[in-house]
């Protein structure tokens, strides 16, 4: 962190208190009150009273939150890498200086960041169509029997393939934009040394990029844990595969919105924020251990 | 980038890249394609080609402006309200929050930005329901603002300017102007502000994106289709196809799709110098 | 299912939020008793010339044209008809405008096996002090026993949906099958129409809560006893044992197709001849017209298949009510409306438009049972409806928290329709798992 040039005063709050205060508003207040329901329970007949930590130790015994949790985790463990992996290898790429139409690219990669996760689902549920749909046309086409990207076996596939989609470009270009800031004379120096393209890649390149890929992981771990417009969309097509408690957040929702349990569901959103953050502090901290 | 200029271009790298180019543009290509389809066409045609003999986006995009007494309309304005009221607001206060930041020592910097981080972890879907109680005593819910105050703040927006601004106003200019007798806010609007213009285009674009794509937030808030945005607007629409009585429009609801798209896509491009060199800075230093 | 159950999970928040302000706000609603005060027809008419404004909330698109009718009868009414969002969207935000105590409608509209969820939370108004117990001869059976909570009469009944055995005739025709009037029939009809052309099913199933209560309904099951807060969940009873045993053959021979209902591929599946029958309500015909014109002529109607030869049981699947909020301001007022929309000339606009009336003066009428349907080749399909209307099941009831049931049954039911999972282990696990809900949430479960 910087900051050891600066005098202590408080003269920052003017520029800072905006901010702090509308977030305070939006983020905090209903954190606090989500932390206040946690801790009573309210039924249909009998109202409302006093169950201390009842919540979390019913959500730590809850096999559907594990299973929830289990399904993020393995969507992170696989989805993240790949889509992280492809943005490096095309940061690089285009980086390289070695691409025709680099500039084309960049910005076609890029563009599936604009289209709302919304749209995005939307149209990927049409193309997934294993009937009549994109795949259904594929199949007859060309003779092959894909099979059904929204059977329960594959729907997870078929979400991390619409979120890679979304967020590869976006990622992408985060590491590009990383890459650029390098000095060129580093590389000349490089090449007068004798240093071939790899060696430029693993010496020069990755360690420019360690800033970017930590936060590009943080925020994707983040995304990945509270994974939710996408399956969300996509349960209209796919109900029996996508249960109500597919992702930890859908299963929060569910048990506040069609079950009328906010109490429980405050105390699983708080079970799962807690370990969303220990894990990104955790990357954060080895992240940035070495420099 | 001057260090590219001499390189090689290579037919096969190229090409590699090519496939991930593929699979970026393939959905957006299948986009345009069936947005020239009838709902019939949409049915008896390949989702990857025209439909033979009819080609009807004129008609579709007629269709969508018009279709239920012009709601479309209604909803892009919405979405342009938010847009400007919630990025615009976001970025003004991401801006000053993150020139604070790199800028001053304060009393509970440290504790700032750690907080932020914190509760951007805690998934919003729990919070909806707290949040809709505190808007609805407000008396908040099903206005526009129900919508653009929870928009105002971004955390990635405060990051990137935070870093930005590190990157970009020096030290010693800052001081400079100090020592000159220039107020804080002086110093802020008149020296630092031009500097961060790169930083704050960019932003402003991912806020924009954001609110833009905001549904989770507006599925709360509001009831009354009037104040819908796009996004919600074609999900509605998407969901008519399940009602007794109602009518399916799919085929209104991917040109509705394209029209919701093109314009994001129009600023982005329209702004990338900007945005590109914004990122820069803001993603490289941690 | 009337609406399919899109985003049920945003599905009913109202009780959750009512409840979330009685934990905050410490007011335990017992102080405030419901209107109990009679209200006489004069006082319902004298509002009505009064006048005044109100708000409606429905997604039931021939409202459109009652409203503005009505409006040109009374002059003095303003009526703000507004879509807040199809089924259980507008559930979330009738629920969370009751929690708020304010912005709620003054009307809103509720399928029947929600109303009892409503009902039990004191969030929509009892109509028997306005008369209403008096309506009993005017609506069907079926949708008048739905929209009674105990003794209560808690709405008026706008729709209804007796079943019936919709068909390709066409695909029948080509294949020699003869309409199925057994479910046993109909299980044979699908093995031969599946091994005739591969491609084409007897119907697309995917699991639908609606549908499998409807069919365990009409099979004389009761899985569902209501007693105050008192309830009795069991899929044992032989009802659902025969839904089970034929929907097994359906399922393991991979007889339906997995095409989610009300998708773009179901649509199609209807046009294209590939999806040969769909048992469902009577409100279906309006969404055979406007969503697939291409097949128009290709269908026929017929009395939905029976679990005994011979019998002539119906159930019903899907309909909704008009209810009054609790909140409402001008409950007169809105009482009117609601009369004028479900029983008064509103009924007759509806039908004109598409809608299935709960009515049975216009189940009854020569003029509804001999009009022809050209999209049926010119069958007079209301004469079949109308029968079925008439042999709906009694004695059946939903839970007093449905919303929540339904909302799991992908979870545990919808499992037979994908795995190795036998229907009946799912059955027994929706059964567990609403028994247990039941049980969170106060009620005494047996």
Known sequence: MAGTRRRRSWAGWQFVAPFVAVFAFVFLAPIGYSIHLSLYRTRLIGGTSFAGLDNYRQALGDPNFWSALGRVSLFLAVQVPIMLFLALLVALAIDSGRLHGKA????????????????????????????????????DALGLSLPDPLSPGLILASIGNIVTWEFVGYNMLIFYSALRVVPASLYESAEIDGAGQFRIVTAIKLPALRGALVIATIFSIIGSFQLFNEPSILQKLAPNAITTHFTPNLYAYALSFSGQQYNYAAAVAIVMGVITMVIAYAVQLRGTKER | MAKGIRRRRSALLTALTGIVLIYSLVPLVWLVLNATKTQEGLFSSFGLWFDDGRFALGDNIRQTLTYDDGIFLRWLGNTLLYVVAGAGGATL??????????????????????????????????????????????????????????????????????????????????????????????????????????????????????????????????????????????????????????????????????????????????????WQSGLAAGSVKQ | MRTYPRRRLLGAAALATALVLAGCGGSDDDSAPSSGAPVSEADVRAALQKGGNLTVWAWEPTLKQVVAKFQQAYPAVKVDLVNAGTGNDQYTAVQNAVAAGSGGPDVAQIEYYALPQFALGKSIAELGPYGAGALESTFTPGPWASVHSGKGVYGLPMDSGPMALFYNKQVFDKHGLKVPTTWAEYLDAARRLHKADPKAYIANDTGDAGFVTSLIWQAGGKPYQVDGTTVTITFADSGTQQFAAVWQQLISEKLLAPIVSWSDQWYQGLGNGTIATLATGAWMPANFTSGVPAASGRWRVAPLPQWQAGAKASAENGGSSLAIMEKSGNKALAYAFLRYATDGDGVQTRVDNGAFPATTAQLTSPAFLDSKFAYFGGQQANRIFAESARNVAGGWSYLPFQVYANSIFKDTVGQAYVSATPLADGLKAWQDRSAKYGKEQGFTVK
């Not at chain 2, 405060?158 to 590190?166: A, E, N, Q, V």
């Not at chain 2, 001081?175 to 960019?202: C, H, K, N, Q, W």
């Open chain 2, 93 to 274: 206060l991401a801006v000053l929050a993150g020139y604070g930041l790199a800028t001053y020592d304060f009393p509970g910097r440290r504790g700032v930005f750690a907080t932020v981080i914190g509760a951007v972890a805690v998934p919003g879907t729990a919070l909806a329901v707290p949040t809709f109680l505190m808007f609805s005593r407000l008396g908040l819910t099903d206005t526009p603002w129900a919508v653009i105050v929870p928009s105002l703040i971004s955390p990635f927006g405060l990051y990137l300017m935070w870093t930005f601004t590190r990157e970009a106003v020096p030290a010693e200019i800052i001081e400079a102007a100090r020592m000159d007798g220039a107020s804080e806010l002086r110093t802020f609007y008149r020296i630092a502000v031009p500097m961060l213009a790169p930083g704050i285009v960019t932003v402003l674009l991912f806020s924009m994106v954001a609110t833009w794509n905001n549904y989770f937030l507006p599925l709360i808030m509001l009831r009354d289709p009037d104040w819908y945005p796009l996004t919600l607007g074609l999900s509605a629409w998407n969901a008519q196809a399940a009602t007794a009585g109602g009518q399916p429009v799919f085929h209104l609801v991917i040109t509705g799709s394209l029209l919701t798209v093109l314009p994001l896509l129009a600023a982005f491009l329209l702004l990338q110098r900007y």
């Open chain 1, 104 to 139: 084309f690219f960049r910005v076609a990669i890029f563009l599936p960041y604009a289209v709302p996760a919304v749209v995005a689902t939307l149209m990927w549920g049409f193309m997934y169509g294993s009937r009549f749909g994109l795949i259904g046309g594929l199949n």
